[in-house]
């Protein structure tokens, strides 16, 4: 073995690494058998690849790697744009926007203004906790992409050759999900005055 490689201690990483890397995952896979076959199989990734561990980055930092590239063929493999799964437009629209003006929200539906300060509040455990929820309540693939383009800082170009859809695809989901969130932070998190 050679001696960049002293610094990696695999019989370690279960205890030192395993619960953070499954509360990220869980955070953007939504399913707790995924995001555990998911920390596995980095693990399992960087057991075998050991010898490439070149000692320029720490031992964390090259396991997130490791399982970043995982999530990302993950994502690949289960979340390929299919318009017949999602809601038509035209339905989606009369859910959040007025019939006759499709640019004025529903009186449901219309933003609350937001007095706290948003960025402090996201660095909040609760926040976390409510920002998970609330994406369950988005549709996977909606919520995928929205986890890639914010979550996991994805460019744009490269969610849509990932999940093999159209730039526009993309913003039309990125819409959706923003609504949706918007909607459930509204309704499940201390933010409005």
Not at 39 to 45: D, N, P, R, S
Not at 48 to 58: A, L
Not at 85 to 90: G, K, L
Request: hydrophobic residues 35%.
């Amino acid at each position: 073995m050679p001696a960049t490689n002293i610094s990696l201690q695999p019989e370690k990483w279960v205890s030192n690494y395993a619960d953070q890397m499954y509360k990220y995952l869980l955070m953007r896979v939504k399913y707790a058998e995924v995001a555990e076959d998911l920390v596995q199989e980095t693990f399992m990734a960087g057991l075998g690849s050991m010898e490439k561990f070149s000692g320029n980055s720490s031992e964390k930092t090259w396991l997130y790697s490791i399982m970043k590239f995982k999530l990302m063929d993950y994502y690949r493999k289960h979340y390929k744009y299919s318009p017949a799964e999602d809601i038509p437009d035209e339905q989606f629209a009369d859910i959040f926007f007025d019939e006759k003006d499709e640019f004025h929200f529903r009186k449901e539906h219309k933003p609350m203004p937001w007095h706290s300060d948003v960025e402090q509040a996201m660095e909040q455990k609760e926040f976390n906790g409510v920002l998970e929820k609330c994406l369950e309540k988005v549709p996977s693939k909606t919520a995928s992409v929205f986890t890639l383009k914010y979550l996991e800082e994805q460019e744009s170009k490269e969610i849509c050759t990932l999940l093999n859809i159209s730039e526009a695809n993309l913003w039309t989901l990125m819409h959706r999900a923003k609504l949706i969130l918007r909607e459930c932070f509204e309704k499940n998190w201390l933010i409005t005055a």
